[in-house]
């Protein structure tokens, strides 16, 4: 008797599974239709941006305008809160990580541990670039894609063709998305451009963009012991990129030889 009352939960059991499985295969089918037909606005982009950005900032240790890191952040940028048709803020993340990335709404965040590393005109160089990427509307790319993968994961209230409003957990998940994100050759490309053009417009050295990828490219060469290498398998070769930034600045008469280009051995003061 007992064998067949635990043989009928059991194919309860399956046929309910069946049936979760055959239905939740029909919503993610709706989902991706949705997703495929999505209307998104650069308001969307931007507000998603705010609201990732938002929860970013509060799961991370942010600099306080106190913070000697804070204070050399805002001295370079004390003139580029407006840029280009674009509004733009700035914050400082203490974490160990040596990266720095803007979003569609204009926040751009630089990591403690990268200005560490970089001069003032490699700093430019590289605010100059994610400026480049907000311009160009990638940024608008990658939270649209960050925004569909959390959807999915709720995809029961996802399957529709507008941008919904997320919950808390699904904002999580979506700014991790965004962080996860890479940019294609082509973007990355157009971005050091703009990168170029942004630090030519305003008067900075230009060899201080060539001088921050070749560190870059010496952090990539100990990737898998500095623990960056998931960063730079996701981006171009930085070395070529520096070649590229030196042949366009002795093309404009602008390169000035920096001789040997190393890493710190210690972190760079911040002043």
């Known amino acids: 008797m007992k064998k067949t009352i635990v043989l009928a939960l059991l194919v309860g059991l399956t046929t309910g599974m069946n049936a979760q499985r055959i239905k939740l295969g029909k919503v993610l ?26 929860w970013m900032d509060k799961n991370n240790k942010v600099a306080d305008s106190k913070n000697p890191y804070a204070k050399r952040l805002n001295r370079l940028t004390a003139k580029l809160k407006s840029y280009d048709g674009l509004n733009l803020n700035y914050k400082v993340y203490l ?10 709404d204009g926040s ?22 994610e400026i480049g990427h907000v311009k160009n509307e990638d940024t608008k790319d990658a939270i649209k894609s960050a925004y569909t993968k ?11 063709n507008t941008v919904a409003q997320l919950n808390q957990s ?24 703009y990168g170029y053009k942004f630090m030519t417009a305003n008067g900075y050295d230009v060899v201080g963009a060539y001088t921050a990828f070749k560190k870059l490219e010496l952090l ?24 590229r930034i ?14 040997t280009v190393e890493l710190p051995k210690s972190p760079l003061p911040q002043k």
């Open 170 to 193: 699904q904002i999580g998940a979506m700014a991790n998305h965004f962080l996860d994100s890479s940019y294609g050759r082509k973007q990355e490309s157009e971005a050091d451009d």
């Open 29 to 54: 089918d709706a989902t991706t239709k949705g997703i495929k037909a999505l209307s998104f606005s650069n308001e969307d982009a931007a507000r998603l941006s705010k609201e990732s950005v938002d």
């Open 150 to 160: 959390a959807a999915l994961l709720d995809a029961a209230s996802s399957a529709s």
């Open 108 to 129: 751009i965040r630089v990591f403690s541990s990268l200005m560490d590393i970089m001069t003032d005109d490699e700093l430019l160089a590289i605010i100059g670039h």
């Open 220 to 243: 990539s060469a100990g990737a898998k012991q500095n623990g960056f290498q998931k960063m730079f398998n996701s981006h171009p070769d930085s070395g070529k990129r520096a070649e």
């Open 246 to 259: 030196k042949k366009q600045a002795m093309k404009d008469g602008l390169w000035k030889d920096p001789g």
């Open 95 to 104: 974490v160990r990580d040596i990266n720095a990335f803007a979003c569609a």
